[in-house]
């Protein structure tokens, strides 16, 4: 015969005898018999156990088997059948001591993330401070089966929100992380797909798992990622050697993947972010720390067959019997505060879960994830995110975190905790936590309709032998905001380290709203009188500054097709930024609307995706001295003196171009210079000033029609085919004049630096960018010349390669919104985000006989944003600078959202 194979289950009892904490465990032994029961319990922790056990005892259990004359094994066994026996009728009732209505007992497993662990979708990434579906449809089913519209302002990885938008609810949420978000917006898209759509994305995700490794090696480590490690977390090694080159060639491939199939990367990306920390040094146990020698023998997991089977996992959900959304949740913001700047929602459900005062740093726990999305740049971004999160852990307490308001019942605790506890950040921590959660439910009430329900789950912690009731302060504090708790349900008992009784809640409440309605107080725009004065006399249209010379000399620093005339600027930022304001412009190109605010004194931001508009606006944003550029031309012709092409960069020359091959618009000497700076920058990224100055003035002068050009005769703006002879121009001296003419032209005393991000706009934001009294902005219009094309010979010197040019433009916004629109609403959300109240966004925009992007916008950014205004000027006045091809712009558009 053949033995049957057993399984087994260890769970800690604290009385259990023996010598050590990690000994005091009682194995349980599940036979073929078992199999079902073991499939239920082996994934619940200890405490969840004793609970179905009905004890936390040890010796308890082994008296009431003795008592019954069983073998304690089968004794537990009996005990975990018959209680998972009443919970799968889920409708155990009991009466909590002191309260005389019956509660609900919902299965214990259901309110962890791991009652939805295994099931599709929600298995692609392990997000164990959640909860499953289950719970909510169960919520749903008995606190709210007449909810219309629901929110969840602390969605995670978005478990509400889905299953609200199952069931055809309108869904909102809030996430503030950018991890949760990304996954959350992946999901959605992907269950948004009809049935063939998805498989062709599933046989897609094969065919990359299939060559995986090989594509891996095909490219080069991310430089940029790299290096936003090393500024982010300096000398820490989360990563082997041979796993860190992985995961940055990874990042590359990504992003080639994307330029033509971004969805097909999105998935992909959602793979490589579940295996990140499980393929790292790292191991999320609680909180994001590193393994153990054991823990890096016995658990290590290789990236590549890792990357593999997650690929596999999303593969066969997507392409399975998928849940379809009646609904397409939509993410109202990130930091449910900002509510408090949206018009009124009609919410009529809230199912949440805030983040649990247990001492947990969300946002360290998933610091590997944020930097592989590009979201940490600097040590400064983390503390940046955890500035702006809850406060649910001693290392999230600043000075700049003062409670607005502290309930009396949680002044009481946190007096007990400053007599006992160990750390004065832990009294400081208890005291933000319940004023920021206060806050957030103070400003959701605005968007409740009468009688809203609002189920909220919480979990109670102790510090220092001082218990924290977190469902009661909570209760307390938001009876004071017009919260009514009709229902509490314990939900799972457990214990602290110092077996203080703890306990996870959920809350239902009604809200009622106050007997008058909500009055909206418009904010004074400063602004009005100065754009009625814009649209009356035009003045950019005016003497002097119609003229085509007109403005600061570092404006032509390099020349730059599809530039936003000076003078527009000017007057833009002078009408809707105040004196010391700021300003931040997401489709900056070279910088022409940061510049202008710099000049006049504004605080300047600025994103661009092209390597050439990065560095140029760059250069302008800073004061660079005469002296550092020196120092970089010096270098750099140190390197054009000892070095020479190779054959391969030779070749590219005579094969590439577009209105004419590389190698003709250069004396074969010229060639030979232009290559080498080429490689230099390549080898050398400009991270200074003086390095940005002195590669845009280059880039500027690569060609022309003038004798400052280094080509033959061609066009300053787009290099068209070239004629007239061939003539050695000497690199370094004409960079040297160009430089030199550049810095002749003195900043303003007002002049404040500003900053530029190599950065999608339809990305994450950086988080130091907020408090904005104005976004002002043109994007590329709809039917515009391709910038990509009239650019390519400096974006060829900046880095691109011939297949670039059929990739990178895919994933610029003038290609993507011939798709849909809808790209911008990223834009806007996080504009309406990082404004201040008042804050104003401004488009300047083309119209068209095909496109009115003023009309789509409009009708995008109400979600966020009233309209003040939209303008029309005609096109009638602007210059040709000797191209031929304009486009079909009939009218340029002023678009003003407040």
Not at 423 to 437: H, L, Q
Not at 728 to 750: D, F, H, I, Q, T
Not at 784 to 811: K, M, V
Request: net charge positive; with cysteine.
């Amino acid at each position: 015969m053949v033995a049957m194979a057993q399984n087994y289950k260890a769970v800690y009892f604290p009385d259990f005898p023996a010598e050590t904490a990690k000994q005091r465990s009682v194995t349980l032994a599940f036979g073929s018999r078992s199999g079902k029961l073991y499939e239920y319990v082996k994934d619940l922790s200890s405490e969840e156990i004793r609970l179905l056990l009905g004890s936390d005892s040890y010796q308890e259990l082994r008296d009431a088997a003795a008592v019954q004359d069983l073998p304690l094994n089968t004794y537990c066994l009996r005990q975990l059948r018959a209680a998972i026996s009443r919970l799968a009728e889920r409708r155990v009732q009991y009466t909590l001591p002191g309260l005389d209505v019956g509660r609900q007992l919902f299965d214990p497993l259901v309110v962890t993330f791991r009652g939805g662990a295994k099931e599709p979708f929600r298995r692609w990434y392990p997000y164990l401070e959640g909860y499953s579906p289950e719970y909510v449809r169960m919520i749903f089913s008995e606190y709210a089966p007449d909810a219309h519209i629901v929110l969840d302002p602390f969605a995670g990885t978005g478990t509400t929100a889905f299953t609200a938008a199952e069931q055809g609810k309108t869904a909102y949420f809030c996430e503030i992380n950018p991890v949760l978000q990304f996954i959350t917006q992946v999901k959605i898209h992907v269950r948004r797909l009809d049935s063939s759509t998805r498989a062709s994305l599933a046989d897609a995700l094969g065919e990359v798992s299939k060559g995986i490794e090989g594509q891996l090696g095909a490219f080069e480590a991310d430089y940029f990622l790299s290096k936003a490690y090393q500024d982010t977390f300096g000398d820490s090694e989360f990563f082997d050697e041979s796993v860190y080159t992985c995961v940055l060639k990874a990042r590359s491939l990504i992003d080639y993947v994307a330029r033509e199939h971004p969805f097909l990367a999105d998935l992909l990306t959602v793979a490589i972010l579940s295996v990140l920390v499980p393929c790292s040094q790292m191991k999320r146990a609680g909180d994001l720390r590193y393994k153990t020698a054991r823990e890096k023998r016995t658990q290590q997991v290789q990236f590549i067959p890792a990357i593999k089977r997650a690929i596999a996992q999303i593969a066969q959900d997507i392409q399975g019997d998928v849940n379809g959304l009646k609904t397409e949740p939509i993410l109202l913001c990130e930091d449910a505060r900002s509510l408090s700047q949206l018009p009124p929602l009609g919410i009529d459900t809230v199912i949440t879960s805030p983040p649990y005062v247990n001492g947990t740093n969300y946002f360290r726990n998933t610091k590997i994830e944020l930097w592989f999305l590009r979201c940490l740049h600097n040590k400064h971004d983390l503390a940046t995110f955890r500035a702006a999160a809850v406060t649910t852990g001693i290392n999230d307490v600043t000075s700049r975190k003062t409670p607005t308001t502290c309930h009396p019942e949680v002044e009481k605790v946190v007096r007990a905790l400053e007599q006992r506890a160990y750390d004065a950040r832990i009294p400081a921590m208890i005291a933000s936590y319940f004023s920021e959660v206060a806050d957030i439910f103070g400003i959701i009430r605005n968007h409740l309709t009468s009688r809203a329900t609002v189920a909220i789950d919480i979990g109670d912690s102790s510090y220092a032998g001082v218990h924290v009731p977190s469902d009661y302060l909570l209760t307390v504090c938001l009876r004071d905001l017009g919260y009514s708790l009709s229902q509490e349900i314990v939900l799972r008992r457990r214990k602290s380290r110092s077996s203080v009784p703890l306990k996870q809640s959920l809350l239902v409440f009604k809200y009622r709203q106050p007997g008058q309605p909500r009055r909206v107080t418009e904010t004074q725009q400063f602004w009005g009188p100065g754009w009625e004065t814009f649209k009356e006399r035009l003045p950019h249209q005016q003497q002097p500054y119609a003229r085509r010379d007109w403005g600061h000399a570092l404006h032509s620093l390099c020349s730059y097709s599809g530039k936003l005339k000076p003078a527009i600027a000017h007057h833009l930022v002078q009408t809707f930024v105040p004196i010391g304001g700021s300003v931040l412009d997401p489709f900056a190109g070279v910088g022409t609307i940061p510049f202008e605010a710099a000049l006049q004194g504004r605080l300047a931001y600025g994103f661009d995706l092209s390597p050439v508009a990065f560095v140029v606006a760059s250069a302008k944003l800073q004061n660079v001295a005469f002296q550092d550029c020196a120092k970089v031309i010096q270098k750099l012709k140190e390197y054009i003196k000892t070095n020479e092409p190779i054959v391969e960069e030779l070749e590219e020359t005579r094969r590439f171009g577009f209105n004419g091959k590389i190698a003709e618009y250069y004396h074969p000497e010229t060639l030979r210079e232009v290559l080498l700076a080429r490689r230099y920058f390549r080898q050398h990224p400009p991270e200074t000033a003086a390095e940005k100055l002195v590669l845009s003035c280059l880039l500027h002068i690569l060609h022309g029609n003038r004798p400052y050009a280094l080509s033959r005769r061609s066009h300053p703006l787009t290099p068209y085919r070239p004629s007239g002879p061939f003539e050695y121009r000497p690199l370094v001296g004409r960079l040297w004049e160009k430089v030199n003419r550049s810095l002749k032209a003195a900043l303003p005393p007002e002049f404040q630096a500003g900053k530029m991000f190599l950065q999608d706009a339809t990305g994450w934001w950086p988080r130091d960018i907020n408090g904005l009294d104005a976004v002002i902005t043109s994007p590329p219009f709809f039917d515009s010349t391709r910038f990509y094309l009239a650019n390519w010979l400096r974006l060829w010197f900046a880095g691109w390669s011939e297949s670039d040019f059929h990739t990178q433009p895919l994933s610029f916004v003038d290609e993507r919104q011939k798709q849909s629109f809808e790209i911008y609403a990223p834009i806007l959300r996080q504009a309406r985000e990082r404004l201040k109240p008042g804050g104003v966004v401004v488009f300047h925009l083309g119209k068209s006989i095909k496109c009115d992007m003023a009309a789509h916008l409009k009708e995008i950014g109400k979600r966020w944003f009233k309209v003040a205004d939209i303008f029309d000027e005609s096109v009638a006045h602007c210059e040709s600078h000797g191209i031929r091809d304009k486009g079909t712009v009939t009218a340029h558009q002023y678009l003003a959202l407040y």
